[in-house]
């Protein structure tokens, strides 16, 4: 149902929102799942302005994650030179075009919501007012030292946002100290999960399509392979843990996300002898991911730096137990539900995978906390809380 919310003249109006969405996708994981979980609970007329992304639907065609994948040397370099050339020439032509239609599609009357820090760049380009930018992270400026002409224009939008909106405190933090941007204007709306999916099923069907022998413990990581992810440090642990436990598989769930980065893991699980023990499900869809925290012992999530961390939560949501970093945003969302560790420690790593595997009353209390934990994390308080927001700015006229 549509809000009314009431103008000081007495009039009745419904409420609009020019929701700037960015490219179009259909795979769904991070920043696109919250613009999707917000955007469907939203209580207001949306008009959604999405484009056709040039450089995603080539992407989508020639599958570069599988490019240079064996490939050495000096041809391994110039290709990879080449193909990032390539890449920064169309996310510049995209982003050009996406500047025409949003300018050609916004509503002078409606707030303008730019979901993503990604699409920041309007602001500097084009008058949009009152505005909202949701700002998950400062990773490519902050954590990956990234001073492209892209990341500098987004960080010049973020700065003439009437408001930020941002998922963590941490990532408050990084924006009052990165941006120099006034505290009382950013709002943090946590990311959250949907408790009608995410919840323990009891249900480890969805292993059948390997041929696991019995009783093989399962670990799972969800997300990247970016440099970040630390996924060095976790197959470190992991060829500690063979040494005493050897009858495990690690899925690895999601696209590699980073050039590169699917050809250094291989050559990395082949040095350390893990390639019986890792397996690649890929990318999973939307519906079928809570099946695999179901089907997981445990969810190892290392991660160096992260704005949140979706991951954990959705796997506490389904009873699974977590083991992730004590750094940046993720004890905000693990509390003391999971257990935490210096992410450069492999030892440490190992130890706890092994405690998680072989300790039932460990599981058990771990399993408890986490479903408690989730349960303060909802997409539908995090939509009413961005109503919240949208509010003040049509009553405040954007300040």
């Given at each position: 149902?549509?809000?009314?919310?009431?103008?000081?003249?007495g009039?009745?109006?419904?409420?609009?929102?020019?929701?700037i969405?960015g490219p179009?996708t259909?795979?769904?994981f991070?920043?696109?799942k919250?613009?999707?979980?917000?955007?469907?609970?939203?209580?207001?007329?949306?008009?959604?302005?999405e484009?056709?992304?040039?450089m995603r639907?080539?992407?989508?065609r020639?599958?570069?994650?599988?490019?240079?994948?064996?490939?050495?040397?000096?041809?391994?370099r110039?290709?990879a030179?080449?193909?990032?050339?390539?890449?920064?020439?169309?996310?510049?032509?995209?982003?050009?075009?996406?500047?025409q239609?949003?300018?050609?599609?916004?509503?002078p009357?409606?707030?303008?919501?730019?979901?993503t820090?990604?699409?920041?760049?309007?602001?500097?380009?084009?008058k949009?007012?009152?505005?909202?930018?949701?700002?998950?992270d400062l990773?490519p400026?902050?954590?990956?030292?990234?001073?492209?002409?892209i990341w500098k224009?987004?960080?010049?939008?973020l700065r003439?946002?009437?408001?930020?909106?941002?998922?963590?405190?941490f990532?408050?933090?990084?924006?009052?100290?990165?941006?120099?941007?006034p505290?009382?204007?950013i709002?943090?709306?946590n990311?959250?999960?949907?408790?009608e999916?995410?919840?323990?099923?009891?249900?480890?069907?969805?292993?059948?399509r390997?041929?696991?022998?019995?009783?093989t413990?399962?670990?799972?990581?969800?997300?990247?392979?970016?440099?970040?992810?630390?996924?060095?440090?976790l197959?470190l642990?992991l060829?500690?843990?063979k040494?005493?436990?050897p009858?495990f598989?690690?899925?690895k769930?999601?696209l590699?996300?980073?050039?590169?980065?699917?050809?250094?893991?291989?050559?990395t699980?082949?040095?350390?002898?893990?390639?019986?023990?890792?397996v690649?499900?890929?990318?999973?869809p939307?519906?079928?991911?809570?099946?695999?925290?179901n089907a997981?012992d445990?969810l190892i999530?290392?991660?160096l730096?992260?704005?949140?961390?979706?991951?954990?939560?959705?796997?506490?949501?389904?009873?699974?137990p977590?083991?992730?970093?004590?750094?940046?945003?993720?004890p905000?969302?693990?509390g003391d539900?999971?257990i935490?560790?210096?992410?450069?420690n492999?030892e440490k790593l190992?130890?706890?995978m092994?405690?998680i595997?072989?300790?039932?009353?460990l599981?058990?209390?771990?399993?408890?906390?986490?479903?408690?934990?989730?349960?303060?994390?909802?997409w539908?308080?995090?939509?009413?809380?961005?109503m919240?927001?949208y509010?003040?700015?049509?009553t405040?006229?954007?300040k």
């Amino acid at each position: 149902m549509d809000l009314i919310i009431k103008k000081n003249s007495g009039d009745n109006f419904i409420m609009e929102i020019d929701y700037i969405n960015g490219p179009k996708t259909d795979k769904i994981f991070g920043m696109h799942k919250y613009q999707l979980e917000i955007q469907k609970r939203l209580e207001v007329v949306l008009n959604v302005i999405e484009y056709e992304s040039i450089m995603r639907n080539l992407e989508k065609r020639y599958k570069p994650s599988e490019v240079n994948t064996g490939v050495d040397g000096l041809e391994s370099r110039i290709t990879a030179n080449l193909m990032d050339f390539g890449r920064k020439s169309l996310q510049a032509v995209d982003r050009y075009r996406y500047r025409q239609i949003v300018n050609k599609n916004i509503k002078p009357e409606n707030v303008k919501h730019i979901t993503t820090q990604e699409q920041a760049y309007l602001l500097k380009y084009i008058k949009l007012e009152p505005s909202i930018v949701t700002c998950h992270d400062l990773i490519p400026w902050v954590y990956e030292k990234n001073r492209s002409k892209i990341w500098k224009d987004n960080m010049d939008g973020l700065r003439k946002a009437d408001k930020i909106i941002t998922i963590s405190e941490f990532s408050k933090s990084e924006l009052i100290k990165y941006l120099d941007y006034p505290e009382e204007n950013i709002h943090i709306v946590n990311d959250a999960v949907d408790h009608e999916k995410y919840r323990p099923l009891k249900d480890k069907n969805i292993l059948k399509r390997f041929k696991f022998l019995p009783n093989t413990k399962i670990l799972l990581y969800v997300g990247s392979e970016t440099p970040r992810m630390n996924l060095d440090v976790l197959m470190l642990s992991l060829a500690k843990l063979k040494k005493i436990f050897p009858d495990f598989k690690l899925l690895k769930i999601g696209l590699p996300q980073s050039l590169g980065a699917r050809e250094h893991l291989l050559n990395t699980i082949d040095r350390l002898n893990l390639k019986e023990n890792v397996v690649f499900v890929g990318y999973v869809p939307e519906e079928e991911l809570p099946l695999w925290y179901n089907a997981a012992d445990v969810l190892i999530y290392p991660c160096l730096y992260a704005g949140f961390g979706l991951p954990p939560l959705e796997a506490m949501a389904c009873g699974t137990p977590v083991i992730t970093s004590n750094t940046s945003s993720l004890p905000e969302v693990i509390g003391d539900a999971g257990i935490m560790i210096d992410p450069h420690n492999e030892e440490k790593l190992a130890e706890e995978m092994y405690n998680i595997l072989t300790n039932e009353k460990l599981v058990n209390k771990l399993t408890r906390k986490g479903l408690e934990r989730a349960k303060l994390f909802d997409w539908n308080k995090s939509a009413q809380q961005t109503m919240e927001i949208y509010r003040s700015m049509v009553t405040t006229g954007g300040k």
